[in-house]
Every structure is written in C-alpha cells, then in structure tokens.
C-alpha cells in the first residue's frame, strides 16, 4: 500500500497570494503546497481519496490519477472539499456513480453546500457534465478490498470531525485535540500523517510542540507532519523535528507494509 500527499498546505496554500516573506519566496520547491489531500493506493490497486481540495484537478494531473473508488471526506471546510466539482472526471472515465464517505452531519452538510453533486446520473447523450456522487454515512470501519478503512473521531477546535485509519497508516489533518475513543483506534500505527499547522498557537489546529508531544503519545514507526502555513520552512522544521518525525511536502509517497490490520 502507498499514500500520496497530494497537499501539504493549509487553507490558503503557500505561497499566499501576494505575501513576500522567505517561505512565500522560496525556490525550495517543498515550500510550495497545494490544499491538504492524500491519495492511498492499496495493493491491488484501490484508489482511495481524502478529501477533494480546492486543488484536487492539478494535483491528480501531476500524480497521473485517473480513477477514484471512493471519497473519504474529513469535513466541509473549503480547503477540502471545493475541488468536489472536478469529480465528474472521474465519473466520466469510470461511467459511474462514486461513493463519497464521511460523518453523517459533515456529509449533510456537503449534500447541502454542493447539492447538484449528489441527484441522479444524467442520461447518457448528455455525458457526465457534473460530479454524481452517493453520499455514505460511515460509523464504523468498512472493507474496501485490501484496504481496512477506519473513521477516527477527532476535534477541529469545537468541530468534531473524522480522521481515517487506512490499515497501518492513518491521516489526521485539522486537528486540536484527539478524543480517548480516537486514540484507542490508533495503536500499532506503521504511519501517522498529523496536522501540524504553525508554531504560533491556534484555536483549532496543532501547534508544531503540540503534534510532536501527540505523535509521541501515538508512537507510530514513522510520522510525517502536514497541512502547513507559511510559516513553516521545510528544511528548518525538519532540522528540528525528532527522530522518526518528518515534515511532508506535495507529492511524497509513503510505502506502507502489507499489514492488514
Ligand atoms: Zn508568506
Ligand atoms: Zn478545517
Ligand atoms: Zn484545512
């Protein structure tokens, strides 16, 4: 199994429009990132995406992704979910209906905001000319082929949203603090991908002191932090961070063994 970051920034993206500061400047091309999205690919051959960032069309036109099984949706903020219109190439290229998962309230929510996204297949002479997605309330884990896919609760400041657990790896993005029933859904973690927004405090998201002391708890082989501002330098964070710590930039891909728990 591998994941893809396809996104390692956070809402605004880095560089932010118009800002001069060094990170916003930098040639380092692991200071450029898109919106926060991953790709998991299982081992006989799942396509699984979180999320669909704002930058979802660019970001599965420079991975090569051209079929999607299924939508793992952590909630409706902007930064995550305002690509969904670009589904539709996937509905086309598949010629069918794709399940997105998440929350029951956040896929609600979604239903809501993007309501065209989710009516009827449209009649073959007109093509797939929007996205038609089935919305799937998820409570507990679900088998998608070799994949085990977990939905962990955690809080985005007041918000309780859904992390995932995909077999050995889990995906944390937008989190403050993890409940003791989401803790207890993360043992034996080969990977940890975290949220790790800033080092300057935040209501609703882990500080970079804060991710560090959380991925110990978690204990995890491997962590890798994500959904960066522009505060965050790649090479400083990663001169800093401990050993078995990384900081993520678009487009590393992790190897995940074929565990299957
Ligand atoms: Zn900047
Ligand atoms: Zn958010
Ligand atoms: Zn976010």
Redesign the pocket.
């Known amino acids: 199994m591998e994941a893809v970051i396809l996104g390692s920034g956070?809402?605004a993206g880095t560089p932010v429009i118009g800002c001069r500061c060094p990170v916003c400047r930098s040639e380092d091309p692991r200071n450029h990132r898109t919106r926060?999205s991953i790709w998991v690919r299982g081992v006989d051959g799942e396509s699984l995406l979180v999320d669909t960032s704002t930058d979802m069309r660019h970001q599965a036109l420079r991975e090569g992704i051209d079929r999607v099984d299924g939508v793992f949706l952590t909630h409706t903020?902007a930064?995550?979910i305002n690509g969904i219109d670009d589904m539709r190439a996937f509905n086309g290229l598949q010629e069918q209906v794709i399940p997105m998962y998440g929350r029951p309230a956040t896929l609600e929510e979604a239903r809501q905001r993007f309501h065209y996204c989710f009516g009827d297949p449209p009649p073959p002479e007109r093509g797939w000319y929007i996205p038609v997605l089935e919305a799937r309330p998820l409570t507990e884990s679900l088998q998608w082929g070799s994949v085990t896919v977990t939905p962990v609760p955690v809080e985005h400041g007041r918000w309780p949203i859904y992390g995932y657990r995909f077999n050995g790896l889990a995906y944390l993005?937008?989190v403050k603090r993890i409940p003791e029933e989401g803790l207890a859904l993360l043992e034996g973690l080969e990977v940890l991908i975290l949220d790790c927004l800033r080092y300057r405090e935040h209501p609703t998201h882990l500080r970079v002191d804060e991710a560090v002391a959380l991925a110990e708890r978690i204990g995890a082989k491997r962590t890798v932090f994500t959904?960066f501002t522009h505060d965050i330098d790649f090479e400083q964070l990663a001169g800093e961070l401990p050993e078995g710590m990384e900081p993520a930039y678009d487009g590393l891909r992790i190897p995940i063994s074929g565990a299957r728990a």
């Open positions: 956070s809402s926060a903020h930064d995550h993005t937008d959904h």
